[in-house]
């Protein structure tokens, strides 16, 4: 199934950021913004525990069938997650003097925000489905 894929990539995405900043977000924060002070770390954990609960949600669905009525309580928080990540990125990126590693972030989000979107408007993708 392809909505298989796209949950499982969703949660690695998840699962691995929010790894990195449960455990390192002063490392993480200082090189992404900088001036970050590090006693605001905290405010990364917190983030961390939010995508790994969202990691989490997109494991446990990760064999269900994704789109339109089907899996609507998975798809929208991911839609939601994604698309709201996605509009602070851009007016991240568009800011000068900004890391060029926050690219690296943005192109994954913005293609999961594309592709839940799809799915919560369109449906499966899953060829099966079609008759």
Do not use: C, E, K, Q
């Not at 983030?47 to 089907?70: D, F």
């Amino acid at each position: 199934m392809i909505s298989s894929r796209i949950t499982h990539a969703s949660a690695l995405i998840l699962f691995v950021g929010g790894l990195l900043m449960l455990f390192a977000p002063d490392v993480v924060l200082g090189r992404l913004v900088p001036g970050f002070p590090p006693g605001a770390a905290w405010i990364g954990s917190l983030l961390g525990a939010a995508w790994l609960g969202m990691a989490a949600l997109n494991w446990s669905h990760r064999t269900t069938l994704l789109g339109g009525i089907y899996g609507r309580p998975v798809v929208y928080p991911n839609f939601v997650l994604f698309l709201v990540s996605a509009l602070v990125l851009i007016r991240v990126v568009l800011r000068p003097g900004m890391p060029p590693v926050i690219w690296l972030l943005a192109g994954p989000v913005f293609a999961l925000a594309i592709v839940y979107a799809m799915l919560l408007f369109r449906g499966p993708f899953d060829p099966l489905d079609r008759a």
